[in-house]
């Protein structure tokens, strides 16, 4: 199988706060993570790809500056939102892209909920 | 730009009553096509994976098919059960890796 952990599953913090989210690939190498948001009753949107060893791409409408990705090792991508606000409220998930024999399979995290007073 | 739909919105049945769930895409050149679910507050389960190269895939009492050429896919569920109660999101992922998903299926299963 291949497992993929979010850390912390839950986190509230006060409005203008920086929060760092974690994305670990636990059992496989992935040189690509994906970084999606879903809002109450919405389905998942993708925020960015995040590419080791180099900058994320974002999605058009996703402001880079003020969720920073970074993908520093092959098991491990981190979403920090900075000076977040009630509105960025939202549950967030990662996905690891794992190579099999002849394609290519996405696992997702568990999700963060993020609550911004 | 891939648009994907999924009707019903929600759904509900008695036990035991089998369900089928539709999901249409408007660009065929997908990657594959994946069938999750997921509870309230909970991230993803995969349920089945379909590549673009299949017609359908099956797991259980879950089969899943793929008729790229008409955008579409369909997924059954026989002999439902309560703990069959969740929202059923389909996704479709580009050569690119990059999924779009449905908005989702909300499904209740009556005991």
């Known amino acids: 199988g291949a497992v993929v952990s979010q850390h912390p599953s839950w986190v509230i913090c006060k409005s203008g706060t920086s929060v760092k989210i974690e994305c670990r690939s636990l059992d496989f190498q992935a040189t690509t993570m994906f970084w999606y948001r879903q809002f109450p009753k919405q389905s998942l949107m993708l925020m960015a790809t995040?590419?080791?060893?180099?900058?994320?791409?974002?999605e058009q409408g996703v402001e880079k500056d003020k969720f920073l990705i970074n993908h520093a090792s092959l098991t491990l991508s981190t979403l920090t939102v900075t000076s977040a606000h009630p509105e960025d409220s939202s549950f967030y998930i990662c996905s690891a892209y794992k190579n099999r024999d002849s394609y290519n399979e996405q696992f997702f995290g568990p999700g963060t909920r993020l609550t911004v007073l | 730009k891939q648009e994907v739909t999924q009707i019903p919105a929600a759904l509900s049945v008695p036990e035991g009553e089998n369900l089928v769930l539709n999901c249409s895409f408007t660009d065929s050149a997908i990657y594959n096509l994946q069938w999750f679910r997921q509870d309230p507050g909970k991230g993803l389960t995969s349920l089945l994976l379909i590549q673009s190269s299949q017609r359908e895939q099956t797991s259980g009492r879950l089969n899943a098919s793929l008729d790229k050429s008409s955008g579409r896919s369909t997924l059954y569920i026989a002999a439902s059960q309560p703990g069959d109660s969740a929202t059923y999101l389909c996704?479709?992922?580009?050569?690119?890796?990059?999924?779009?998903f449905g908005a989702g299926t909300q499904v209740v299963v009556t005991p």
């Open positions: 995040s590419n080791e060893g180099s900058k994320a791409t974002y």
């Open positions: 996704a479709v992922l580009d050569s690119w890796g990059k999924f779009q």
